[in-house]
């Protein structure tokens, strides 16, 4: 063997003998229990026939035996945008809640029909909760899920067990700076630049309380994405536009509303310039059951993600208590001694 042989084989043992010494050690100890099913990434988006040839989607938690609370994002959102409340899932699944969301017209997997009203729909969620053999859920409405709730409680008053406002449009004003004189064509060449960046549809001011939820931003950002793009649509605005022509001429006082029998909860920030307290004044004197208002003062339009654990608390049926911190513990108490400090402890110390 000549020198050249010898040079790489000492090379070639040495490389040899230092690869353990310069292992890292492993990050647990043997034995590894490994997990016995997949972890769960949001409800599948679900495709159903529909009324007059419709394709509807849906999304179910699906836990048999739990309350069923049909879903209602706000505006602009897809048959995903629960998943933006998935900071608390664990809540939700202490307190056994099933949530289930049908998609609006023209968004996410949905094609888009102008011609699709409000009580268009209620006849969709009717035809999906009747798949799901679902008799009776709660209900709760985000922001612009309002209107569409309005419908559906004015056509399924006795499968209600309780509807749930969190700075839920109304009547009054109509918000998001629609302009009810403008045509389709009009108001989505307006909406446009907001409809193709998803990130300047979803900002919230630096101050707001959901900059303490770890990816909150993040997530608001892919429903966006997932709203206005996900079937190749690239940002069309026209089913926005439909969406907020469709608030102003709601009319929602026609509807008897008053034969709703089922408790209301409201959940509006005093401060709020997008969806003003005047909707709360609606949804209390229009219904007919047993109203809780809840008011924060100071709050704007994301009373419906700083207070969500209040409104779980709520669909679980133990409205009569508030959630609130005392000496770093969340706990329910009742009402009248809820005096500061609303909601978990992790509002006031997040981590």
């Not at 996410?108 to 798949?131: C, K, N, Q, S």
């Not at 419908?151 to 749930?164: D, K, N, V, Y």
């Not at 959940?267 to 109203?291: K, M, S």
């Not at 993600?305 to 969340?330: E, F, M, N, P």
Request: neutral net charge; aromatic residues 8%.
């Amino acid at each position: 063997m000549n020198a050249q042989g010898s040079l790489a084989m000492a090379l070639g043992a040495a490389l040899v003998c230092s690869g353990p010494a310069l292992a890292e050690p492993p990050t647990v100890a043997p034995p590894v229990r490994f997990q016995t099913r997949f972890d769960p990434m949001g409800a599948a988006v679900v495709a159903l026939p529909g009324p007059a040839g419709r394709t509807l989607h849906y999304a179910d938690t699906g836990e048999p035996g739990w309350r069923p609370v049909l879903f209602l994002g706000g505006t602009g959102t897809s048959v995903r945008a629960m998943l933006m409340t998935g900071y608390l899932e664990t809540l939700r699944r202490q307190l056994r809640l099933r949530f289930i969301t049908v998609e609006r017209n023209g968004f996410g997997d949905t094609a888009f029909d102008p011609a699709w009203t409000l009580g268009d729909y209620a006849r969709d969620v009717r035809t999906v909760l009747d798949h799901l053999h679902i008799a009776r859920f709660g209900m709760v409405a985000i922001s612009g899920g309002g209107p569409y709730a309005a419908h559906i409680a004015a056509t399924m008053p006795e499968r209600l067990i309780s509807l749930h406002f969190a700075a839920a449009l109304a009547d009054a004003p109509v918000g998001d700076g629609a302009d009810c004189k403008a045509d389709l064509d009009q108001l989505a060449h307006a909406l446009a630049p907001t409809v193709d960046n998803p990130e300047s549809w979803w900002a919230y001011p630096s101050q707001s309380p959901t900059h303490a939820i770890p990816g909150f931003s993040e997530r608001a950002y892919d429903e966006g994405a997932r709203t206005f793009f996900i079937r190749g649509q690239m940002g069309d605005a026209r089913p926005e536009a439909a969406e907020l022509l469709r608030y102003c001429h709601a009319t929602l006082d026609a509807l008897p509303l008053d034969r709703v029998k089922a408790p209301t909860f409201t959940y509006y920030g005093l401060a709020d310039r997008t969806v003003t307290p005047a909707n709360a004044r609606f949804w209390q004197t229009h219904l007919g059951g047993p109203v809780t208002a809840r008011a924060y003062p100071g709050e704007g339009h994301d009373v419906q993600y700083r207070h969500w654990d209040q409104v779980l608390i709520d669909l679980a049926g133990l409205g009569s208590r508030t959630l609130v911190c005392t000496k770093g513990r969340s706990r329910l108490v009742p009402a009248k001694e809820a005096k500061a400090n609303l909601g978990l402890c992790l509002w006031q110390r997040p981590d």
